[in-house]
């Protein structure tokens, strides 16, 4: 599995814009990435997840360049809730797949007032 | 739906004692997975299972370690002996085999394991 590299932490402020990039130097072809979303004291809940180009839904934003090794999340105009740590896996195969997932460390996101 | 259930939600033991954990996973979900969390060794797969058959193991880190999956609704995971070292949060998770969410997990809100 293609390893990813993101930032340890981040911080923000309530009603900006938050952008995370996790790089992906090794995905293979058939490989697609996969947001996940943890608070304190629950399991990680998807997010989003893209093959290539833009996919958007009620949460966030997925930006994947056209060579597929990086990918950006975006969180328009976040607000405390979104404090959290977010983590970006590459995950094997188009269909059926995602069954073993490998969680890296995150991105540990603060919002602040 | 409720969601992927676990039982219970903390669980305070000694060294020694056998200890089980509880699963339920999402009804019509064809896998299953459970995960160990730490601060030093983040998330990790611990196993799987497909229609109630374990997949693959390779995460267990131990032979203390054990997952049974008797029927589609209910999953546990048994340390025994338990030590120290396995504190932590264990997580359980489950997928459709088919439809859009097939590639998405979702995971239960965990057990907090302390061994003193």
């Known amino acids: 599995l293609a390893k990813t590299t993101q930032p340890i932490s981040m911080d923000s402020y309530e009603g900006q814009e938050v952008n995370i990039t996790c790089s992906h130097n090794?995905?293979?072809?058939?490989?697609?990435i996969t947001w996940y979303q943890q608070f304190p004291s629950q399991g990680p809940r998807f997010i989003i997840q893209?093959?290539?180009t833009k996919v958007t839904n009620e949460v966030a934003s997925l930006f994947i360049p056209a060579d597929r090794k990086s990918s950006t999340l975006s969180l328009p105009r976040v607000s405390l809730s979104d404090t959290a740590v977010y983590y970006c896996?590459?995950?094997?195969?188009?269909?059926?797949?995602?069954?073993?997932?490998?969680f890296g460390t995150g991105t540990q996101l603060k919002v602040e007032l | 739906d409720a969601g992927v259930i676990q039982s219970p939600r903390h669980e305070v033991t000694e060294m020694g004692q056998e200890v089980t954990l509880r699963c339920k996973p999402i009804?019509?979900?064809?896998?299953l997975f459970w995960y160990r969390q730490t601060m030093m060794r983040g998330l990790e797969l611990l196993i799987y299972f497909n229609n109630n058959v374990p997949i693959d193991d390779s995460g267990m880190p131990e032979d203390r370690f054990s997952a049974k999956m008797p029927n589609a609704s209910f999953s546990t995971l048994k340390i025994q002996p338990s030590e120290p070292r396995d504190s932590a949060v264990y997580f359980c998770?489950?997928?459709?085999?088919?439809?859009?969410?097939?590639?998405?997990?979702?995971f239960g809100a965990g057990t907090r394991l302390s061994v003193l």
């Open positions: 998770a489950s997928r459709p085999d088919r439809g859009r969410a097939k590639n998405i997990q979702y």
């Open positions: 090794n995905i293979a072809t058939n490989d697609y």
């Open positions: 009804s019509g979900h064809d896998y």
């Open positions: 896996l590459v995950v094997k195969g188009l269909t059926g797949g995602g069954n073993k997932l490998t």
């Open positions: 893209g093959y290539k």
